[in-house]
């Protein structure tokens, strides 16, 4: 090979360097590579710490958020339940079974909405429960099911017009679609 032929460096004053070797690595001492090993473990544990740190903050954060979810839902309960029963246009009625049972409601046509309020109410057989229906032109729509033990309470009933009345029958203790018993008190809101 002439020189002409021969590969230059840049600055054109020799061969250019095409398959350099890199300098051989030095091996860490033993003590750099466990310090080394420790340092990974340290970092990796202080990580999972603020992980977990982290992880409690949110959870406790949630918990947070939901309870004042429940509050303000409780309130506007609340509220809802003190609109009713103020109204100017609210009217209550009452009547009490040959068992007992008191069924009472205090409705506001104005409002869509009744408070109806149920005391003494008899034992059941286990597995049945109280329902709370809607009762409009002879059909019924679920207003609430009822606790299996609950014997006395109160509900919001939404969607009410002038005209129709609060029933309670005993259904099996998830409810039904339906009524399938007969009608344990029924009261017409006006």
Known sequence: ??????????????????DAHPEPSVRSAPGKRRWSKRLTTFAMACGLVIGAAALTLEVEEQRDRDQRSLIVAEQERLERIETVLTAPDAVSRS????????????????????????????DIPERQTYQLWRVRNN?????RVLAP?????????????????????????????????????????I
Not at 98 to 117: D, I, M, N, Q, W
Not at 150 to 177: H, I, K
């Open 1 to 18: 090979m002439t020189d002409e032929q021969k590969p230059r460096s840049d600055a054109g004053d020799g061969p250019l360097l095409t």
């Open 95 to 122: 009547t009490t079974t040959k068992s007992g049972l008191r069924l009472s409601a205090v409705f506001s046509p104005e409002h869509h909405a009744a408070v109806v309020t149920y005391t003494d109410m008899p």
């Open 139 to 143: 059909r019924t729509k679920s207003m």
């Open 149 to 189: 033990d609950a014997r006395e309470g109160s509900a919001m009933v939404l969607d009410l017009d002038e005209g129709d009345a609060v029933a309670l029958t005993v259904e099996p203790e998830n409810g039904s679609g339906q009524p399938t018993g007969d009608v344990v008190a029924g009261l017409p809101l």
